[in-house]
Nanobody
Framework: QVQLVESGGGLVQAGGSLRLSCAAS????????MGWFRQAPGKERELVAT????????YYADSVKGRFTISRDNAKNTMYLQMTSLKPEDTAVYYC???????????????????WGQGTQVTVSS
């Protein structure tokens, strides 16, 4: 089992940047495929980006491609999401998630993930 805690959310103006962190504790962090999801009010939770166990491969939603960067540091048991050129439509609660599934494919559905953090609010003002 792994416990996940997000941090780094806040209020930022459009065009600004934020970096989210997800600290993991418990079982070996490097044994999990990790992902960032977000959920805006009245909308379903959606994948933002995911990263394989070694950190060598990443996948992004089209809406954030070129603006967001997912990364992980297995030595520090931490995953990151660097967000740049933020837009009001990026406003949401951001969650980190982990799955112990094999990393030969990308897992884009929330129900593919076994563990979740509590979420951190990101608000982008226009």
């Amino acid at each position: 089992q792994v416990q996940l805690v997000e941090s780094g959310g806040g209020l930022v103006q459009a065009g600004g940047s934020l970096r989210l962190s997800c600290a993991a504790s418990g079982r070996t962090f490097s044994s999990y495929v990790m992902g960032w999801f977000r959920q805006a009010p009245g909308k379903e939770r959606e994948l933002v980006a995911t990263i394989n166990k070694s950190g060598g491969s990443t996948y992004y939603a089209d809406s954030v491609k070129g603006r967001f960067t997912i990364s992980r540091d297995n030595a520090k048991n931490t995953m990151y999401l660097q967000m740049t050129s933020l837009k009001p439509e990026d406003t949401a609660v951001y969650y980190c998630a982990a799955t112990g599934r094999l990393d030969y494919m990308w897992y884009v559905q929330p129900d593919s993930y076994d563990y979740w953090g509590q979420g951190t609010q990101v608000t982008v003002s226009s």
